[in-house]
């Protein structure tokens, strides 16, 4: 990272990771019913992978954002279930639903939700406190 | 300029130490989800007080070192957590949102300080 990182850059770019990571979790949750007639073809969770971009090489002026370096889809095994009488149940009776722990994806979505928060407020005070100092001797 | 200089050393020293915490601890706020991040912050007190003591010796060689330091050579250190999480991720999110705020409340006192500063100096200026 040659260029300066801001603190706009800080909590703007983390901003879009958490986003990332929301998106991510819904995806999760629209999916968590999408059963399917093979283990192949179920939807498989997805979750990112977030990394400290330092500003600097030898990490010293303790500045850092963060990217999401990439999605991990998930290789936990399908759910299998018996439901013979399901339209789209193999020829052996069973379907198979993804591997998706709904409470866990909620706690996530919270969370993610209040880290958005937190950079926005970041970046808020941040913004007032650079006007003031605009407007120092007037 | 001397006489100026000390007069708007220590506000604009302070200044520009806590702009350097604001984004320190942002940037742990921006990290607070990413495993094995480890916070960290400045002694703002130490800073401040070996960036301010600079003392009265002049430099007449260019490879004279300055004594004491200034506000970009502040020391950053690592936060230690109060109750270490399993990721490796020492950022305590109320920790920093409490840093967060005493380090905004003191960069806007700083300005009034300075705001003050000036008028005074513009009051003699005029002789009001």
């Keep these: 990272m040659t260029n300066k990182l801001t603190i706009f850059d800080v909590a703007g770019r983390s901003m879009a990771a958490q986003q990332v990571r929301l998106n991510t979790v819904a995806s999760n949750l629209a999916n968590a019913a999408s059963v399917s007639s093979s283990p192949d073809t179920v939807y498989r969770p997805i979750k990112p992978v977030f990394e400290t971009q330092y500003h600097d090489v030898m990490e010293k002026t303790g500045i850092a954002t963060v990217d999401v370096t990439d999605i991990y889809q998930s290789n936990a095994t399908p759910e299998k279930r018996y439901a013979p009488s399901h339209p789209l149940a193999d020829k052996d009776g069973y379907i198979y639903a993804p591997p998706i722990d709904q409470n866990a994806e909620m706690v996530d979505m919270l969370e993610t939700s209040r880290q958005y928060q937190n950079n926005i407020e970041v970046l808020s005070t941040a913004k007032t406190l650079l006007l003031k100092t605009l407007n120092v001797g007037k | ?128």
Excluded: C
């Design chain 2, 1 to 128: 300029m001397k006489a100026l200089d000390a007069l708007f050393k220590a506000d604009s020293t302070a200044l520009s130490l806590r702009q350097k915490r604001m984004e320190i601890i942002g940037s742990n706020i921006a990290n607070a989800a990413t495993p094995h991040f480890k916070a960290r912050d400045i002694d703002f007190e130490a800073a401040y007080k070996s960036a301010m003591n600079t003392g009265d010796l002049t430099k007449t060689s260019s490879a004279h070192i300055d004594i004491g330091g200034t506000a970009d050579t502040a020391e950053v250190r690592y936060r230690v957590p109060l109750s270490p999480s399993l990721d490796g991720n020492t950022v305590e999110l109320h920790v920093e949102q409490v840093q967060f705020a005493e380090n905004a409340t003191h960069y806007e006192a700083t300005l009034n300080f300075l705001n003050g500063r000036i008028s005074t100096m513009r009051k003699a200026l005029r002789g009001e």
